[in-house]
């Protein structure tokens, strides 16, 4: 059962578009929402995160809006680039335990010039 | 330059072999994890330790075993026992309970 659903699976935006990554998720005890950042042949490595009393996030062209009642966290890229070609995954964190780490599915995005 | 090490980059197993696949970190991170990438199907939990010489089984765990007998290392052994072991893995190690750090995976492919 995945606990943190994503979409789409993929994505093509043109350069200088707006790049968007939508997930949702039911454990209302996540409290921590990272979204991480994979080029091919490397690891995660993480982008942006979020906590649930914060309904946006804005770190330089990417920003998380979060949607506490729907459940729907998202991924906005302004401007999209080029370099911003990557696979993206959006997690939900729990407070406890060490098996606290949920992931999406992953979206493959391309931005083509 | 603190980080994590995995080894090799490319691995080719042998039906009937077990190999293994190296993970150190320099962090001083407690908690330690291995992944199985598979396209599509995003990060699923293979094991997972938080301290020294103690380890639990993740979401897929048969068919792998892992040991965890320095702070630095958790290395993965994939066993004959695993039918489908082509897929990318990946390591991570965490101070506490949010950050994941990744290294640059091996990828296992079969021979």
């Known amino acids: 059962q995945q606990q943190v659903k994503q979409s789409p699976q993929s994505l093509i935006v043109q350069k200088g578009g707006i790049s968007i990554i939508n997930c949702a998720y039911e454990n209302t005890a996540f409290d921590y929402f990272p979204w991480y950042q994979q080029f091919p042949g490397k690891g995660p490595a993480l982008l942006i995160a979020i906590r649930p009393d914060v309904s946006e996030k804005k770190e330089g062209r990417f920003t998380i809006s979060f949607n506490k009642s729907a459940k729907q966290f998202s991924l906005h890229i302004m401007d999209s680039q080029p370099g911003d070609s990557a696979t993206y995954f959006c997690a939900a964190n729990l407070q406890t335990g060490a098996n606290n780490l949920f992931f999406g599915t992953g979206t493959r995005l391309t931005v083509i010039p | 330059d603190g980080g994590i090490t995995q080894s090799p980059k490319y691995l080719f197993r042998k039906e009937g072999q077990n190999v293994t696949l190296s993970c150190e970190q320099n962090l001083n991170h407690d908690a330690m994890y291995w992944y199985r990438q598979d396209p599509g199907q995003g990060l699923r939990l293979i094991y997972y330790?938080?301290?020294?010489?103690?380890?639990q089984k993740g979401d897929i765990a048969e068919g792998y075993s892992v040991s965890r007998e320095k702070k630095e290392s958790f290395p993965l052994t994939v066993t004959s026992a695993q039918k489908n072991p082509t897929a990318f893995y990946l390591c991570?190690?965490?101070?506490?309970?949010?950050?994941?750090?990744f290294g640059d995976g091996t990828r296992l492919s079969i021979l």
């Open positions: 330790s938080q301290i020294v010489n103690d380890f």
């Open positions: 991570a190690s965490s101070p506490g309970i949010r950050a994941q750090h």
